[in-house]
């Protein structure tokens, strides 16, 4: 009985740790993310926008796939600090405003994130529904997730 349970937990590991990341465009992401789903993918996109992390996020930078990170039609990468400090080293990148119009190559989980854009979330009952978002975020917190091409 013992060896049958921990077969049945190293099986379980095993199926947890191997993930398969899908080449999909960004359209497709975020048409699954839209439907609350999460993406394992590797896509690769030109950079429209970027920023800054400030407060909580600071040292974080974002890249976009579209011009506003606030449409539901941009794909959103998230680098932590740590990739942040190590992509500067690695590409001689001063700032993240060297990265728009750049095109790279990113592997991760695409994540539907919602966001309300009036006053008011979570709202009481008894008004209408306020207008909200879904962003699609991707986190990438290891350099070897990034390429520039």
């Not at 947890?16 to 590797?42: F, G, L, Q, S």
């Not at 600071?58 to 992509?87: D, I, P």
Request: net charge positive.
């Amino acid at each position: 009985m013992i060896k049958f349970i921990i077969a049945l937990s190293a099986f379980a590991i095993l199926g947890c740790t191997n993930v398969t990341y899908n080449e999909m465009p960004v359209e497709d992401i975020i048409a699954k993310t839209t439907r609350n789903m999460h993406v394992w993918v590797t896509t690769e996109f030109k950079v429209e926008s970027t920023g800054k992390g400030s407060s909580q996020d600071s040292g974080k930078w974002f890249l976009n796939s579209g011009t506003q990170y606030r449409s539901s039609q941009s794909l959103n990468v998230h680098l932590s600090a740590q990739v942040v400090a190590e992509l500067k080293k690695q590409y001689e990148i001063e700032d993240v405003a060297e990265l728009q119009n750049r095109t790279i190559r990113v592997k991760g989980t695409a994540n539907p994130k919602k966001f309300c854009i009036k006053m008011g979330c979570p709202i009481p009952i008894a008004r209408k529904a306020p207008r909200m978002y879904i962003q699609t975020q991707l986190i990438i917190e290891n350099i070897d997730n990034i390429k520039l091409l």
